[in-house]
């Protein structure tokens, strides 16, 4: 439901072409993972399990970075240390693979304030998670919040694409 419109957001000049898988996709792998990992498989297929993982997150939005994210929150599970420990990973893992896109590409000083923009988003979202998220479930969920969700994803990216074709440069 969401590729489509994801496909017309992301793309250059107009006209809708697949560009990669979007972040449902990336989701469904990482789930995919997840499974892998709890499964009773021997140590050797698991691993060549998660690295075709990460190998298929090639296509999809947030390549590599949403499948050894999520591996590092496994490794993390139910420890307030290593939490934070897998949420600095996180951030200079982000930071690294950004600056070294950027670097060459232009000006030092563009790359570092799109570096330090870049960042801020998964900043936010480890101090959420480290000192907010209690590990718990909530018990009930509304309608409301379930289906807002479920629309906000496709019904954004529809928007931002309509935008890009509307206001074309």
Request: net charge positive; with cysteine; glycine share 8%.
């Amino acid at each position: 439901m969401s590729q489509i419109p994801f496909d017309l957001a992301v793309t250059a000049d107009g006209i809708i072409r697949f560009n990669n898988f979007n972040m449902m996709f990336t989701f469904c792998l990482c789930l995919g993972l997840l499974s892998v990992l709890d499964s009773q498989i021997n140590i050797v297929l698991k691993v060549i399990a998660v690295a075709l993982g990460i190998y298929i997150s090639t296509f999809c939005d947030w390549p590599v970075y949403a499948p050894v994210f999520t591996l590092l929150f496994v490794w993390s599970r139910n420890s307030a240390p290593c939490t934070k420990i897998a949420m600095a990973l996180c951030l200079l893992f982000f930071a690294g693979e950004t600056f070294l896109r950027g670097y060459g590409v232009a000006p030092l000083g563009q790359v570092i304030r799109i570096l330090l923009l870049s960042i801020l988003g998964i900043g936010l979202a480890a101090i959420c998670l480290v000192f907010f998220y209690n590990g718990k479930r909530r018990k009930e969920t509304t309608a409301f919040s379930k289906w807002f969700f479920y629309i906000f994803y496709p019904a954004h990216l529809l928007l931002l694409g309509l935008l890009r074709v509307a206001l074309p440069g």
